[in-house]
């Protein structure tokens, strides 16, 4: 039972071109996020959303948009892809928001995103 | 801005051959302290949550604490399976996301 998946897993796609890496947790969490992990391996975040609505919105250019057509899943949309845009993007959860219980966070498996 | 420095970047162990990561901090108002494992091509597991100044957690060969400036990761006796990317991350009490590390990098040869 995969708690956290992602689509797809490897993603190679010429610049200027549009594409979407999808997510779903199987967790009945509330809150999910996404990070990008670039070549010297930070982990950066880039969106949150608790119950559908967005909560954490780091300086990310307007390319990227997050949609959340309901609590289970979360996915990216990407316009115009880049160079810079190449990274490995993951995926998590965690139970709720802020709190104890909510830094707990499961992450996907990850995409490997490669701009030629 | 680097709020959480791990140190070093890479370490090569003997199986057996016990040792410590460091994961600094410069952030004032830490709500948590967190360390997570990275396998090769997969996504971070969580491994303990630290929030307050003298916390200790442990599971299995891996024992973290936390003082006000820094957390240590210890490996007690590493056997191969613990070769990974170890990630520290801080959250702020009035700021829940996850500012991560760049990683320690352990190997550990039988």
């Known amino acids: 039972d995969t708690a956290v998946s992602q689509t797809p897993k490897y993603l190679v796609t010429q610049m200027g071109n549009d594409k979407s890496i999808k997510c779903e947790q199987n967790?009945?969490?509330?809150?999910m996020y996404w990070y990008k992990q670039d070549s010297k391996k930070f982990l950066k975040i880039m969106f949150s959303?608790?119950?559908?609505?967005?909560?954490i919105n780091e300086t990310v250019p307007n390319r990227f948009s997050p949609k959340s057509p309901d609590k289970a899943h979360l996915n990216l949309h990407i316009n115009s892809l880049e160079l810079g845009d190449s990274a490995v993007y993951f995926c998590?959860?965690?139970?709720?928001?802020?709190?104890?219980?909510?830094?707990?966070?499961?992450f996907g498996p990850g995409t490997r995103l490669t701009v030629t | 801005e680097d709020q959480v420095t791990q140190s070093p970047e890479a370490l090569r162990l003997q199986e057996g051959e016990s040792s410590s990561l460091n994961c600094s901090y410069t952030?004032?108002?830490?709500?948590?302290l967190f360390w997570y494992r990275q396998d090769p091509g997969k996504g971070p597991e969580f491994l303990f949550t630290?929030?307050?100044a003298g916390e200790e957690k442990e599971k299995e060969r891996l024992k973290a604490t936390l003082t006000k400036k820094e957390s240590f990761l210890h490996i007690t006796a590493p056997k191969p399976e613990d070769s990974a990317t170890y990630l520290c991350?801080?959250?702020?009490?009035?700021?829940?996301?996850?500012?991560f590390g760049a990683g320690t990098t352990v190997t550990v040869r039988a």
């Open positions: 998590a959860s965690s139970l709720q928001h802020g709190l104890a219980g909510g830094h707990q966070q499961y």
């Open positions: 967790l009945g969490h509330d809150t």
């Open positions: 959303y608790n119950n559908k609505e967005l909560i």
């Open positions: 952030v004032s108002g830490l709500r948590g």
């Open positions: 630290l929030y307050s």
């Open positions: 991350a801080s959250s702020l009490a009035n700021d829940y996301k996850l500012s």
